[in-house]
Every structure is written in structure tokens, then in C-alpha cells.
């Protein structure tokens, strides 16, 4: 796993600069924009997966991937907490754009409000680390592509980080299936706080 991992990335041209997913602003004209001052990798917007895979006014108005006009190397992001939709949207994801996406993100770093109410985003870091790992898992399984995972660093008991169940989830992440983990340097509390780089 670690070599292919290793070796899918250096296909990205081992990217070093990323382009971070922004709720309505990572859509194709902005991602171009940052890839003409520098960034070498970059998200979609973030996807809900239920609304994904069951909508195909919501692809069209949505997704905006050109396979005739590839914006790459590209990640699509997706959101949820069902095994299945998170599954069914990203084949959906690879099926309209072939050729276009160098692999599927799950967000888990999500910490707006929309996000704990559904559950999904940051907020899945609340629950078991097994039932992560799972789900992780079960979505790798099911997807012919790479699946990279976007965490925040864990909470502890203060709502600070707590390194020890970070480092702990990104071991069973990997162990899952994931091929890359990003993360933010900032728990889901941590909304202004400056990034902490010797957590990450």
C-alpha cells in the first residue's frame, strides 16, 4: 500500500502546494486562478455524497469537472457518514469526469454548523475511531481510485489537540486504505487559532 501510495503521488508530480477545499469558492474558474500563482494540487468544493449520488440536477449544477478541459491533478471532496453514499457519489464523481480525477477526498474537517447536523465533517472525529477506520474501509473498498482523507487534529478533554488520538486515527486511516491524510492544523473549536505546526 505504502508504495503505491507513494508512487500514485509522484504521478501528481509530488505536489508540495495544495489548494485547500472552500465551501463556494473552490470551483473551476478559482482553481485556476490559484494554479496560474503557484498551486499544484487541487479539491473540488466539498460535496455532500447522499445529494451527489442522488441527484443529477445537482451534478450538473454542481460538478463542475470538464474531462475535455482537465483541471489536474484534482481530488474530488466529498462529505458524509453512509458508507454507501459516500461510495455511490464517488463513482458517480469518476464515471462523468473520466480522465479528470486523480482521486476521491473524504472530508472529516469540515466544522461548520451544517456539518453537525448532519454529522459529517469534523464532526465524525467525535465518534469512535474504529467506526472512522470503517467507514474509511469500507468507502476504499468500494472506490476504484485513490482515497485521501482531510482530518482536523482531534480534540482532547480542553478542546485543544490532542496528538496522541490524531497520530492514533491517522495510523488506522492509513491502515483503512487511505493513500494520503491531510490535516489542519486546528481542532474543529479551533476556528481563528493560528495553525499548530508542531502538532501536524
Not at 83 to 90: H, I, K, M, R
Not at 111 to 136: H, I, K, S
Not at 160 to 170: E, F, I, K
Request: charged fraction near 20%.
Amino acid at each position: 500500500h505504502h508504495a503505491r501510495a507513494w508512487a500514485w503521488w509522484a504521478s501528481l508530480g509530488s505536489p508540495t502546494l495544495a489548494l485547500a477545499p472552500m465551501i463556494g469558492q473552490s470551483d473551476l474558474p478559482f482553481r485556476r486562478l490559484c494554479r496560474a500563482h503557484g498551486a499544484e494540487l487541487a479539491y473540488t468544493q466539498m460535496y455532500h455524497a447522499g445529494q451527489f449520488a442522488r441527484s443529477r440536477a445537482f451534478r450538473e449544477r454542481n460538478y463542475d469537472v470538464d474531462p475535455a478541459d482537465p483541471d489536474r491533478p484534482l481530488l474530488v471532496q466529498l462529505a458524509g457518514s453512509d458508507a454507501a453514499a459516500l461510495a455511490a457519489a464517488a463513482r458517480l464523481a469518476l464515471q462523468e469526469a473520466p480522465g479528470a480525477v486523480d482521486g476521491v477526498d473524504l472530508n472529516f474537517g469540515c466544522p461548520q454548523r451544517v456539518a453537525a447536523r448532519g454529522c459529517y465533517g469534523a464532526f465524525l472525529l467525535d465518534r469512535d475511531p474504529a467506526w472512522v477506520e470503517r467507514l474509511v474501509r469500507d468507502v476504499a473498498a468500494a472506490v476504484p481510485a485513490p482515497l485521501t482523507v482531510k482530518i482536523r487534529l482531534v480534540p482532547g478533554p480542553d478542546d485543544g489537540p490532542d496528538v496522541a488520538r490524531t497520530v492514533d486515527l491517522c495510523r488506522r486511516l492509513e491502515r483503512a486504505g487511505a493513500w494520503a491524510i491531510a490535516v489542519h492544523g486546528r481542532t474543529r473549536h479551533q476556528r481563528s487559532n493560528p495553525a499548530d505546526w508542531a502538532a501536524v
